[in-house]
C-alpha cells in the first residue's frame, strides 16, 4: 500500500521514506521513480496537487484511492483555473473514491479503515486542499501520520503557520485535531514538505519530543 507519488526527480533524502515500511503501509513522499514503482493492488493520493500526484502514470495497474472531495475540486475546467493541471492525468485515471463514514477516530470526526488489522486508517485534513486526506499507521506503540501537506513542518503545525491554499476554510482546525491526536498517542508526524520527515521516521522521533525540547 503506497500513499503519494510525484514527477519530480528522486531525491536521496526523499527514497527513505519511499521504501520506509509502516505495518502494512508505505508512504510514497514526493520523489518516485519508476524503479520504485513497486506494482502493489492498492494505492492512494492524500491530495491531487502535482507535487503528489504527478507521477500516478507509474501505477497503471493499482486501484487509487482518492477522496471524492478533492477529486470534485480538481477536476475539469474548474480543476484547471483552481491550479490542477489536470489534462496530465492518463487517460485510464479512475480512481476509486472515498467518502469517509462518520466513524469517529480520537478527534476526527470520520475515519476508514484500510486493513483487516486495522492499524491503518484514512482520516480527513482539510485545508491545503478540499479533500485532503491522512494516512494513520498504527505501529506497536506509537503511531505514525502521514499528513500530506497539513503543514510544512512539524515546526509550523506546533505554531500554528499554515500551508492553505484552497479558498476553502483554513486549516486551523485540522492542526487542532492533529494536535489533539498527537497530544494522546505517542506520534511521528510526517508532513511531506517537511526536510526532516525522513530523518524523524528513521529515528521514530515523535512530536512530543518536539514539544519537550520546546519547553526545555
Same mark, same amino acid.
Given at each position: ?10 531525491? !536521496? ?6 521504501? &520506509? ?5 508505505? #508512504? ?8 520504485? &514503482?513497486?506494482?502493489? *493492488? ?20 493499482? $486501484?487509487?484511492?482518492?477522496? !471524492?472531495? $478533492?477529486?470534485?475540486?480538481? &477536476? ?7 491550479? #490542477? ?8 485515471? !479512475? ?5 469517509? =463514514? +462518520?466513524? =469517529?477516530?480520537? =478527534? ?8 483487516? +488489522? ?7 485534513? *482539510? ?24 503543514? #510544512? ?17 483554513? *486549516? !486551523? ?7 489533539? #491526536?498527537?497530544?494522546?498517542? *505517542?506520534?511521528?508526524?510526517?508532513? +511531506? ?10 529515528? @521514530? @522521533?515523535?512530536?512530543? +519530543? &518536539? ?6
Amino acid at each position: 500500500m503506497r500513499f503519494d507519488t510525484s514527477a519530480s526527480k528522486p531525491r !536521496r533524502d526523499a527514497s527513505m521514506i519511499c521504501r &520506509a515500511t509502516l505495518s502494512s503501509a508505505s #508512504y510514497f513522499c514526493r520523489s518516485t521513480p519508476p524503479s520504485i &514503482a513497486v506494482r502493489l *493492488p492498492l494505492g492512494g493520493l492524500t491530495h491531487l496537487h502535482t507535487d503528489h500526484a504527478g507521477g500516478v502514470h507509474h501505477f497503471p495497474d493499482n $486501484e487509487i484511492l482518492v477522496s !471524492r472531495a $478533492e477529486l470534485d475540486y480538481a &477536476a475539469g475546467l474548474r480543476g484547471r483555473f483552481r491550479g #490542477y493541471p489536470n489534462k496530465r492525468w492518463p487517460a485510464w485515471f !479512475r480512481p476509486t473514491l472515498v467518502d469517509l =463514514p +462518520a466513524v =469517529p477516530f480520537g =478527534p476526527f470526526p470520520a475515519s476508514m479503515t484500510l486493513t483487516e +488489522a486495522g492499524d491503518v486508517t484514512l482520516v480527513p485534513v *482539510p485545508g491545503h486542499s478540499p479533500g485532503q486526506l491522512a494516512v494513520v499507521v498504527e505501529d506497536v506503540d506509537q503511531a505514525v501520520l502521514l499528513a500530506g501537506d497539513s503543514s #510544512y513542518s512539524q515546526d509550523a503545525l506546533l505554531r500554528w503557520s499554515s500551508t492553505a491554499s484552497a479558498p476553502t476554510r483554513p *486549516p !486551523r482546525l485540522t492542526h487542532q485535531r492533529i494536535r489533539a #491526536y498527537t497530544a494522546q498517542t *505517542p506520534t511521528v508526524y510526517l508532513p +511531506a514538505p517537511d526536510p526532516e520527515t525522513a530523518a524523524r521516521l528513521v529515528e @521514530r @522521533r515523535t512530536i512530543e +519530543a &518536539a514539544r519537550e525540547m520546546a519547553i526545555a
